[in-house]
Structure formats: C-alpha cells, structure tokens
C-alpha cells in the first residue's frame, strides 16, 4: 500500500510522522510504502487544512493509497479538529485525518516521558508543549542533525509503539481507521 502523509510543516514534521506511520502499519502487519509529502511545501495548518489544497494533492498523486492528514490540534484555538475532519469526509476512502494533542512532537515526548519531569496529563493538556518540553528535550539529546534532533529522538519509537499509542490515543484512534480502511478495501 502506498501512504502518503500530509503534514503542515514538511521540514521538521517528517521526522515524527514517517516513523509513527511505519510502525502503525507494522503493528497492522501490513506492508505499506510511506512518504512525506515533498511538495507543495505547506506552511502551517491554515494551508494543510486549505479544502483545495488537499484536493489538489490528492488528484496529483493518482497512485496513492491513502494520504494521512496529520497537524495540530493547538487547543484547537483554530479548529482544526472540525476542519481536519472535514478534509477527511470530503474524500473518502483516500484521506484520514489525525490530530495531534497538542503537538506532534507531543508524540515524541511521550518516548522520552520519563525524561520531562511533569505528568503527562499536563504535558497533553499543554497549548504549548513544543516550546515548553520538546525544544530543551531535543537540546539535551542533541538538536543537530535532521529535523533539528527530532530524527534521534524517535529512534526511542522502535520496539514501544504500544506504549505510544497507549500515551497518545489520536494513534489509536487513527490505527483503528487504518484497519477499517483495509477492511473496507478487501471487501470492495
């Protein structure tokens, strides 16, 4: 299956999505090619959310699978839960949309929970976490490198994605609509 994710800042996002999507569909035990979108290269949610940017995506890349919408949720100051959803019901069958609370480096810091020194409840109720625990976790396990240390700092995703998605129920939510989405494929 070939997966293409969308997020709303290809720079430094790619670095937490290809790895989350990989072992989403290796938990599945389903074989599946994903890339991040290269181009165009959105800036922010406001355009990844854009209802024809995203048709324009999809008519452009024919041979995908399924695209995987994935942004913040920023307390959803935005509404960005309603207008991800929104993309996703506007093709079905194509587009699954998944938010993350409140950030997707939220994902990343659920690898290194112990390392934050708050609950994680605060941590996921947090409108800012990125800026409050992401930045100073990725300078003490080095912010060099690609994705400004995010690469490195998801290496902790191999063998705990159960964990992660225990963490972070988006996932979970999102892995049961990658299931049905197979399902539904098998059966026409």
């Not at 035990?29 to 994903?34: E, K, N």
């Not at 024809?52 to 995908?64: G, H, K, L, Q, Y």
């Not at 300078?139 to 490198?145: N, R, T």
């Not at 994705?147 to 963490?167: D, E, H, P, T």
Request: glycine share 6%; proline share 7%; aromatic share 4%.
């Amino acid at each position: 299956m070939k997966v293409l994710a969308i997020p709303e800042d290809q720079e430094v996002d790619r670095f937490i999505i290809k790895p989350v999507i990989e072992a989403l569909f290796a938990d599945l035990q389903l074989p599946a090619r994903v890339d991040v979108l290269p181009e165009p290269r959105l800036r922010g949610a406001s355009e990844a959310l854009d209802p024809s940017m995203i048709r324009s995506i999809v008519e452009d890349n024919p041979m995908t699978d399924l695209f995987v919408l994935m942004i913040d949720r920023d307390c959803n100051r935005e509404r960005n839960e309603e207008r991800a959803l929104a993309r996703q019901s506007e093709h079905p069958g194509r587009v699954l949309a998944c938010v993350a609370v409140q950030e997707l480096e939220v994902w990343m810091l659920a690898l290194h929970a112990e390392r934050i020194g708050a609950p994680w409840g605060t941590v996921r109720q947090e409108c800012d976490p990125k800026e409050r625990w992401a930045e100073p976790l990725l300078k003490q396990i080095g912010s060099e490198g690609p994705g400004r240390g995010r690469k490195r700092a998801m290496q902790a995703l191999a063998g705990n994605w159960r964990s992660l998605r225990s963490r972070c129920p988006e996932l979970q939510g999102l892995q049961d609509a990658v299931r049905n989405f197979v399902e539904r494929r098998k059966t026409g």
